[in-house]
Protein backbone atom coordinates (compact mmCIF):
# COMPACT_ATOMS: atom_id res chain seq x y z
CA UNK A 1 0.00 0.00 0.00
CA UNK A 2 1.48 3.60 -0.80
CA UNK A 3 1.81 5.63 2.28
CA UNK A 4 3.41 8.67 3.29
CA UNK A 5 4.39 9.24 7.26
CA UNK A 6 5.29 12.29 8.57
CA UNK A 7 6.53 13.16 12.26
CA UNK A 8 6.78 14.14 14.43
CA UNK A 9 3.16 15.21 13.97
CA UNK A 10 3.31 18.59 15.88
CA UNK A 11 6.60 20.86 17.20
CA UNK A 12 6.96 24.28 18.68
CA UNK A 13 10.61 25.22 18.59
CA UNK A 14 12.63 28.98 20.18
CA UNK A 15 12.71 31.21 17.17
CA UNK A 16 16.58 31.04 16.29
CA UNK A 17 16.74 27.12 16.46
CA UNK A 18 17.34 24.66 13.91
CA UNK A 19 14.73 21.32 13.48
CA UNK A 20 14.28 18.72 11.39
CA UNK A 21 11.03 16.73 9.87
CA UNK A 22 10.77 13.29 8.99
CA UNK A 23 8.95 12.10 6.04
CA UNK A 24 8.90 7.99 5.51
CA UNK A 25 7.31 6.54 2.56
CA UNK A 26 6.61 3.44 0.83
CA UNK A 27 5.10 5.11 -2.78
CA UNK A 28 6.48 2.37 -5.78
CA UNK A 29 6.93 3.34 -8.41
CA UNK A 30 9.01 6.35 -7.34
CA UNK A 31 9.20 9.40 -8.95
CA UNK A 32 9.93 12.34 -6.78
CA UNK A 33 9.28 14.04 -3.62
CA UNK A 34 8.10 17.40 -2.91
CA UNK A 35 8.17 19.53 0.62
CA UNK A 36 5.64 22.08 0.99
CA UNK A 37 4.80 25.01 3.13
CA UNK A 38 1.44 25.94 3.84
CA UNK A 39 0.09 28.61 5.95
CA UNK A 40 -2.37 28.69 7.22
CA UNK A 41 -5.85 29.04 5.72
CA UNK A 42 -3.93 29.31 2.60
CA UNK A 43 -2.44 26.82 -0.65
CA UNK A 44 0.36 25.29 0.24
CA UNK A 45 3.63 26.58 -1.25
CA UNK A 46 6.69 24.53 -2.86
CA UNK A 47 9.34 24.22 -0.83
CA UNK A 48 12.01 21.53 -2.49
CA UNK A 49 11.76 18.83 -5.23
CA UNK A 50 13.51 16.03 -5.16
CA UNK A 51 14.23 13.12 -7.58
CA UNK A 52 15.57 9.56 -7.42
CA UNK A 53 18.71 10.86 -8.25
CA UNK A 54 18.83 13.23 -5.26
CA UNK A 55 20.09 13.19 -2.34
CA UNK A 56 20.22 16.96 -0.80
CA UNK A 57 18.74 20.04 -1.80
CA UNK A 58 18.51 23.51 -0.33
CA UNK A 59 16.29 26.28 -0.38
CA UNK A 60 17.62 28.93 1.54
CA UNK A 61 17.15 28.05 5.11
CA UNK A 62 15.48 24.67 4.06
CA UNK A 63 17.31 21.67 3.39
CA UNK A 64 16.26 18.76 2.30
CA UNK A 65 17.75 15.08 2.22
CA UNK A 66 16.06 12.36 0.58
CA UNK A 67 17.73 8.45 0.86
CA UNK A 68 15.71 6.60 -1.77
CA UNK A 69 17.13 3.39 -0.29
CA UNK A 70 15.29 3.67 2.94
CA UNK A 71 12.79 5.54 1.85
CA UNK A 72 13.11 8.22 4.12
CA UNK A 73 13.69 12.46 3.51
CA UNK A 74 13.89 14.82 6.17
CA UNK A 75 13.39 18.70 5.70
CA UNK A 76 16.16 20.80 7.94
CA UNK A 77 15.53 24.63 8.73
CA UNK A 78 17.97 26.37 10.27
CA UNK A 79 17.45 29.72 12.25
CA UNK A 80 14.12 29.29 12.70
CA UNK A 81 11.96 32.37 12.23
CA UNK A 82 8.39 33.68 13.60
CA UNK A 83 7.25 33.04 9.53
CA UNK A 84 7.85 29.53 9.66
CA UNK A 85 5.07 28.58 11.72
CA UNK A 86 2.98 26.23 9.82
CA UNK A 87 2.16 23.56 8.32
CA UNK A 88 5.13 21.41 6.44
CA UNK A 89 3.97 18.82 3.98
CA UNK A 90 5.69 15.57 2.34
CA UNK A 91 4.32 14.67 -1.17
CA UNK A 92 5.53 11.68 -3.09
CA UNK A 93 4.56 10.91 -7.00
CA UNK A 94 4.42 8.12 -8.48
CA UNK A 95 5.46 7.48 -11.99
CA UNK A 96 3.55 5.77 -14.91
CA UNK A 97 5.97 5.92 -17.22
CA UNK A 98 7.40 8.88 -18.16
CA UNK A 99 4.34 11.12 -16.78
CA UNK A 100 3.09 11.77 -13.37
CA UNK A 101 1.01 9.27 -11.25
CA UNK A 102 -0.92 9.58 -8.42
CA UNK A 103 0.37 12.04 -5.25
CA UNK A 104 0.70 10.64 -2.14
CA UNK A 105 0.30 13.11 0.58
CA UNK A 106 1.95 13.22 4.20
CA UNK A 107 -0.53 14.57 6.88
CA UNK A 108 2.02 17.08 7.56
CA UNK A 109 4.12 18.38 10.59
CA UNK A 110 2.37 21.53 12.27
CA UNK A 111 5.78 23.56 13.60
CA UNK A 112 5.00 26.39 16.00
CA UNK A 113 8.16 29.01 15.95
CA UNK A 114 7.71 30.82 19.37
CA UNK A 115 9.64 34.47 20.30
CA UNK B 1 2.73 34.65 -15.23
CA UNK B 2 -0.80 33.95 -13.58
CA UNK B 3 -0.45 31.14 -10.83
CA UNK B 4 -3.66 28.55 -10.34
CA UNK B 5 -6.73 30.69 -9.73
CA UNK B 6 -9.50 29.08 -8.04
CA UNK B 7 -13.08 30.38 -7.56
CA UNK B 8 -15.16 31.12 -5.60
CA UNK B 9 -12.46 32.41 -2.70
CA UNK B 10 -15.45 31.57 -0.52
CA UNK B 11 -19.08 30.35 -0.93
CA UNK B 12 -22.08 29.63 1.96
CA UNK B 13 -24.97 26.81 1.19
CA UNK B 14 -27.28 25.27 2.73
CA UNK B 15 -27.35 21.36 3.55
CA UNK B 16 -29.00 19.61 0.29
CA UNK B 17 -27.80 22.15 -2.17
CA UNK B 18 -25.25 22.16 -4.90
CA UNK B 19 -21.73 23.71 -4.78
CA UNK B 20 -19.72 24.48 -8.23
CA UNK B 21 -15.77 25.22 -7.53
CA UNK B 22 -13.88 26.37 -10.55
CA UNK B 23 -9.80 25.92 -11.16
CA UNK B 24 -7.71 27.48 -13.73
CA UNK B 25 -4.13 26.01 -13.96
CA UNK B 26 -0.96 27.87 -14.63
CA UNK B 27 -0.81 28.51 -18.87
CA UNK B 28 0.69 24.82 -20.64
CA UNK B 29 -0.41 22.59 -17.37
CA UNK B 30 -2.45 19.88 -18.72
CA UNK B 31 -3.35 18.15 -15.37
CA UNK B 32 -5.45 19.34 -12.60
CA UNK B 33 -5.63 18.29 -8.84
CA UNK B 34 -8.61 18.55 -6.73
CA UNK B 35 -8.45 18.23 -2.44
CA UNK B 36 -10.37 18.92 0.40
CA UNK B 37 -9.16 19.73 3.80
CA UNK B 38 -11.21 20.09 6.10
CA UNK B 39 -10.18 22.22 9.32
CA UNK B 40 -7.58 20.91 10.92
CA UNK B 41 -6.59 18.00 8.81
CA UNK B 42 -4.44 16.86 5.80
CA UNK B 43 -5.29 17.02 1.95
CA UNK B 44 -7.60 14.18 1.04
CA UNK B 45 -7.66 13.35 -2.58
CA UNK B 46 -11.00 13.77 -4.76
CA UNK B 47 -9.62 14.06 -8.24
CA UNK B 48 -7.38 14.27 -10.86
CA UNK B 49 -7.62 15.15 -14.64
CA UNK B 50 -5.21 15.13 -17.57
CA UNK B 51 -5.70 16.03 -20.71
CA UNK B 52 -9.74 16.39 -20.44
CA UNK B 53 -10.23 12.88 -18.61
CA UNK B 54 -10.26 11.55 -15.16
CA UNK B 55 -7.29 9.86 -14.43
CA UNK B 56 -8.28 8.65 -10.77
CA UNK B 57 -10.37 10.16 -7.86
CA UNK B 58 -10.23 9.65 -4.32
CA UNK B 59 -12.62 7.60 -2.04
CA UNK B 60 -15.44 10.35 -2.24
CA UNK B 61 -18.89 9.45 -2.90
CA UNK B 62 -20.11 9.98 -6.09
CA UNK B 63 -22.36 13.69 -5.40
CA UNK B 64 -18.53 14.79 -5.41
CA UNK B 65 -17.86 15.21 -9.82
CA UNK B 66 -16.24 17.37 -11.70
CA UNK B 67 -15.05 18.06 -14.91
CA UNK B 68 -11.90 19.41 -16.91
CA UNK B 69 -12.52 21.58 -20.31
CA UNK B 70 -10.57 21.93 -23.63
CA UNK B 71 -8.45 24.67 -22.19
CA UNK B 72 -7.62 22.57 -19.05
CA UNK B 73 -9.28 24.52 -16.31
CA UNK B 74 -11.43 22.47 -14.42
CA UNK B 75 -14.71 22.47 -12.34
CA UNK B 76 -15.77 20.15 -9.39
CA UNK B 77 -19.82 19.79 -8.14
CA UNK B 78 -20.67 18.70 -5.02
CA UNK B 79 -24.18 18.00 -4.66
CA UNK B 80 -26.72 17.14 -2.15
CA UNK B 81 -24.21 19.40 0.01
CA UNK B 82 -23.42 17.96 3.89
CA UNK B 83 -22.62 19.60 6.82
CA UNK B 84 -19.33 17.66 6.94
CA UNK B 85 -18.68 18.74 2.95
CA UNK B 86 -17.15 22.23 4.73
CA UNK B 87 -13.87 22.52 4.38
CA UNK B 88 -11.10 24.52 2.29
CA UNK B 89 -11.02 23.26 -1.37
CA UNK B 90 -7.72 22.89 -3.09
CA UNK B 91 -6.99 22.75 -6.94
CA UNK B 92 -3.55 21.76 -8.16
CA UNK B 93 -2.00 21.97 -11.32
CA UNK B 94 0.98 19.97 -13.19
CA UNK B 95 2.70 19.76 -16.33
CA UNK B 96 2.79 15.93 -16.25
CA UNK B 97 5.99 15.12 -16.36
CA UNK B 98 7.41 12.99 -14.14
CA UNK B 99 10.73 14.29 -13.13
CA UNK B 100 10.17 17.55 -13.59
CA UNK B 101 6.73 18.52 -13.12
CA UNK B 102 6.47 20.97 -10.85
CA UNK B 103 2.74 20.93 -8.87
CA UNK B 104 1.61 24.03 -8.03
CA UNK B 105 -1.63 24.87 -5.63
CA UNK B 106 -4.07 27.94 -6.05
CA UNK B 107 -5.60 29.85 -2.20
CA UNK B 108 -8.58 27.58 -2.56
CA UNK B 109 -12.10 27.56 -2.15
CA UNK B 110 -13.40 27.97 1.65
CA UNK B 111 -17.22 25.74 1.60
CA UNK B 112 -18.94 26.65 4.39
CA UNK B 113 -22.34 24.26 4.76
CA UNK B 114 -24.87 25.65 6.86
Known amino acids: KNQVEQSPQSLIILEGKNCTLQCNYTVSPFSNLRWYKQDTGRGPVSLTI?????NTKSNGRYTATLDADTKQSSLHITASQLSDSASYICVVSARRGSTLGRLYFGRGTQLTVWP | EAGVTQSPTHLIKTRGQQATLRCSPISGHTSVYWYQQALGLGLQFLLWYDEGEERNRGNFPPRFSGRQFPNYSSELNVNALELEDSALYLC?????????????FGEGSRLTVL
Open chain 1, 50 to 54: MTFSE
Open chain 2, 92 to 104: ASSSGLADTGELF
